[in-house]
């Protein structure tokens, strides 16, 4: 009963501690010709290229640039990218580029295509990241996807994350519409004027791009049943009215799919072109893993597991030797919690055999003991924050 307590306690005061930590770029010491400088800068400098400006990479890929920038020496650059196939594509032919972040279809999809010769060899991933659902906004009148049969249906520009899953939905579900592949904004606005029937998004709950739509705009999520039809390749999810309370309706529901976004690398070799830069980012992004699951930090990183597998992908060997050779650090923010609740029942351990009368403590007194210890600890990392 009483670590039953303990456990809940813990746990409730691990969500208000946070890590303060901080790094600055030494740049003072850097040789003085310009050629050396070049090469020290540009080793030190990950690309990394991830979406739109209203969907959820580019967040993720700010939050990479603010907790690792400095560390080690590494600088981030945040690329806004135009969908996971020219991602994938940027990140073999595009120099500067050394990380993408795609969705978890992208693969199969150029496999299936052959767009890309020998691609599962050549793009390999660190992590999975987290769930992306597929939202599909229309007006309110089209209650059911199989209505927008022979309708127009955006399915975002050419080449795109969102063009893909789209394509493969519809066709999974044998729906026949006329495709449009207006930008998203403009797509949102030509639905909102009845212009265009829906428009589909893929991207990770909650996106920004529909923060403004109100419950004046007449729009809502259309449910997509998760058939038979969409269980290979997909995930089931929902969207609630606290994602989007202008197209939810008030404590509703509306089940959709997902699919997994992915922090892809070009797969080097060791001691070939990138590997030494793409080798300190990926230890150094790992080590420091537990700063993203704080916030301000998007809260997509809860849902990350970077011992995670990816069917039909291969991980890249460094992110591999990282999991091998660090089996007791967080690797997603259960296990966060779980460490940091051992430590603190531990410390909790050592206070109580430094006061003797403990032994004898009915359990009620313990549970109140603790509870001064929960008080303290919680003090002592407000202290520390400020």
């Known amino acids: 009963m009483f670590y039953k307590y303990l456990r809940v306690a813990a746990v409730a005061v691990l969500a208000g501690l946070s890590i303060a930590a901080g790094a600055a770029a030494a740049t003072e010491n850097l040789p003085a010709t310009h050629q050396e400088r070049v090469e020290i800068i ?3 400098t990950i690309g990394l290229v991830s979406g739109g400006m209203g969907g ?5 890929a700010a939050d990479l640039q603010a907790a690792l920038d400095g560390t080690d020496e590494l600088r981030v650059l945040p690329i806004v990218g135009k969908g996971s196939i020219q991602n994938i594509t940027d990140l073999l032919y595009l120099r500067g580029i050394d990380v993408a972040i795609v969705q978890s279809d992208v693969l199969a999809y150029l496999k299936r295509t052959n767009a890309i010769a020998d691609i599962e060899n050549r793009v390999a991933y660190i992590t999975k990241l987290y769930n992306e659902e597929f939202h599909l906004v229309a007006r309110r009148d089209i209650t059911d996807i199989r209505q927008l049969a022979g309708k ?21 579900l044998g729906l026949k519409v006329m495709r449009a592949n207006e930008p998203y904004q403009d797509a949102l606005q030509k639905v909102k004027s009845g212009e265009i029937d829906a428009m589909v998004y893929v991207a990770g709950k909650p996106a920004s791009i529909f923060s403004s739509v109100s419950e004046a705009d007449g729009l809502h999520i259309v449910p997509v049943p998760y058939g038979r039809e969409l269980q290979d390749a997909y995930l089931p999810a929902s969207i609630t009215s606290e994602d989007y309370a202008g197209l939810v309706g008030p404590g509703g529901s509306t089940d959709t799919v997902a699919v997994g976004a992915v922090m892809a690398v070009f797969n080097w070799k060791e001691r070939t072109g990138r590997y030494y830069s793409t080798r300190a980012f990926v230890n150094t992004f790992m080590d420091n893993f537990p700063k993203l699951l704080e916030e301000p930090h998007h809260s997509k990183w809860a849902e990350v597991n970077l011992a995670a597998e990816l069917p039909g992908w291969q991980r890249y060997p460094v992110a591999e030797e990282w999991l091998k050779n660090n089996p007791n650090q967080p690797v997603s923010a259960a296990s966060r919690q779980e460490q940091q609740m051992a430590e603190l029942v531990q410390a909790f351990e050592q206070f109580l055999k430094s006061r003797p009368e403990a032994a004898t403590l009915a359990e009620e007194d313990r549970e109140q003991l603790f509870s001064q210890f929960l008080a303290w600890t919680r003090a002592q990392g407000t202290a520390s924050a400020n």
């Open 56 to 60: 959820t990479y580019i967040r993720i």
């Open 152 to 172: 127009t249906v955006n399915f975002g520009p050419e080449g795109s994350g969102t063009a893909m899953t789209a394509q493969v939905v519809f066709d999974s």
């Open 42 to 44: 540009n080793r030190g």
